[in-house]
């Protein structure tokens, strides 16, 4: 495993003179199964929902003239990184059958606005094996409306990961041996947000949009107050990983019954790379207990429920409180944290264990030794705004399916405001194909936003397990489950 050097990135201040968001909008593909192996100003863009396994992917341009490719927009990790048209894992019919077709590629030799900076130097390993190795480059990206000039990016040769990836995180965790300044860097250098600060919006399982806000949030994207938490920094004092503390989670049931699963607060990274929920093994435990769910992870990869919760504990809510008695509650619906797949699977081969009850569901929460994150199956229900400028992270109920946008520009003098939301959920239309019904709305004050539309990754493909170097934190590890585990929808942790 290739552990990031971390050097903090220096943030040079940038004067608004306009206001700017860069929005970008999740879409969601054909529903599927994972595959068995933005003043300055903000800027939006549009990510791909593959519901249980695939992630969350943003359609980006690079080169000149532009190329158009998709890479799974990840929180957890720092660098972008693209696959070259001539990666090994794009000509190798064997590989492919192991880790997946190649989703979108770059061809360096087609852009004129291509640089290399150091050959053979990009390099992100796993515990696993799996990684992908190249050359760093240089060449010009476009998301969102927003054109970054001469963004560094790993070009990989060679992979065992089937996508490119979008890393949003902390400088300090780029996988290079001496860190450079990474896309959030030059979002603010360029003068294209004010600080380095984003907001994400994921929607509920089946939505078929959500946004990220480079640079500004959406008060109608939110309900109530949006409640702000400090981030975590490392144990050598640097900030790498939006890790913040978990201070409890309970469940509350049909009839108010409230139930407790923590003792002692709980460091986790908010992780959007990561598909489901990793807690320590003593609570994961005891709400395994509480809810008679079997942990599989050793034999199969999953952990399985009765399906039954979601017919009979319609209002079953699992609530994540954080920095102490006064911090933000998330509460996710038990429709988010248990998945109805377990069919798909077995009529994919899954042989599934003998289990104390027949309508199986898979468990959208496993337990983990090392590494503690809150992925998709808790995303979906939260509204967070990453501060990297001001080390602090925002958290308020997601209100989900909206189709209305009041969009707020995160100022270098504000941080993350004091900003409310809608009173109250809003009400789900259902469309012509029986899913609940979403958009995107005008933004309000006459600011300029651009939204980009991400195409669906053919049927039947995923992009595989993946990770990115770890965080420098102790009570870390980067741990990717590929195979059967991929099968699961437990193998997408990308950190």
């Known amino acids: 495993m290739r552990i990031s050097a971390l050097v ?13 968001v860069i929005p970008v909008t999740f879409s969601k593909p054909t529903p599927r199964l994972p ?8 800027y939006s863009q549009e990510l791909n929902n593959n519901l249980t396994g ?46 997946g077709y190649c989703l979108s590629t770059y061809d360096p030799s087609k852009s004129s606005t291509y640089s290399v900076v150091s050959r053979d130097s990009f390099s ?33 040769e060679n992979s065992t990961i089937n996508s490119g990836l979008l890393g949003i995180g902390f400088a300090a965790n780029v996988a290079a041996s001496t860190p450079y300044p990474n896309i ?19 929607d509920d399982l089946y939505a078929e949009t959500g946004t990220i806000l480079f640079g500004g949030l959406d ?81 199969t990869g999953l952990v399985y429920i009765s399906c039954d919760y979601l017919d009979d504990n319609r209002d079953l809510t ?21 998945l109805n797949n377990v069919q798909g699977y077995t009529e994919l081969g899954l042989d599934v264990p003998s289990l104390p009850f027949d309508n199986a569901c898979s468990f959208g929460l496993q337990p983990s030794s090392d590494y ?17 400028t001001n080390k602090q992270i925002g958290l308020a109920q997601a209100n989900l399916n909206s189709t209305e946008s009041n969009i707020v520009e995160i100022t270098e003098d504000s941080g993350i405001p004091d900003a409310i939301g809608v009173a109250s959920q809003v009400s789900v239309t259902q469309t012509a194909t029986g899913l609940p019904g979403t958009g995107t709305g005008t933004p309000s004050g006459g600011q300029s936003t651009v939204t980009v539309t991400s195409t669906s990754t053919p049927g039947g493909e995923s992009a595989g397990a993946r990770a990115v170097p770890a965080p420098k934190w102790e009570a870390l590890a980067v741990a990717i489950v590929t195979g059967l585990c991929g099968l699961m929808g437990v193998g997408l942790v990308v950190l």
């Not at 903090?8 to 700017?20: F, I, L, M």
């Not at 943003?58 to 890479?71: I, N």
């Not at 409180?321 to 988010?336: H, L, M």
């Not at 503690?372 to 939260?382: K, N, P, V």
């Open 124 to 156: 992100i390993l796993y515990v696993d094996g799996s990684g992908a190795q190249g050359d760093y480059i240089k060449d010009t990206f476009s998301i969102g409306g927003a054109d970054i000039d001469a963004l560094q990016m790993g070009l990989a």
């Open 219 to 299: 008060t109608e994207k939110f309900i109530g107050e949006l409640k702000t938490v400090s981030i975590q920094p490392d144990y050598s004092g640097d900030y790498s990983s939006f890790t913040v503390a978990l201070s409890s989670l309970a469940t509350t049931a049909d009839n108010g019954t409230v139930t407790n699963y923590t003792r002692t607060a709980v460091p986790v990274i908010l992780d959007s790379g990561t598909t489901l929920t990793y807690l320590p093994s003593a609570v994961a435990n005891r709400i395994f207990d509480a809810l008679d769910a079997v942990d599989d992870t050793s034999g």
């Open 184 to 202: 959030m860097d030059l979002f603010q250098d360029q003068d294209l947000i004010a600080i380095q600060a984003y907001s994400l919006y994921l």
């Open 372 to 388: 503690y994150l809150l992925g998709d199956t808790f995303l979906r229900s939260a509204y967070v705004v990453y501060d990297l």
């Open 35 to 42: 595959a068995l192996h933005k003043r300055a100003g903000t």
């Open 8 to 20: 903090v990135a220096s943030v040079a201040a940038a004067t608004a003179t306009a206001q700017r």
């Open 318 to 338: 699992f609530d994540f409180q954080f920095g102490g008695n006064d911090g933000p509650i998330v509460r996710v619906p038990v429709d988010e944290m248990i």
């Open 54 to 99: 695939g992630g969350y992917y943003a359609q980006v341009t690079v080169g000149t003239p532009a190329q158009t490719v998709d890479l799974i927009v990840d929180t957890g990790s720092s660098d972008v990184w693209i696959l070259d048209s001539d990666a090994d894992l794009c000509r190798s019919r064997s590989l492919q059958d192991y880790y």
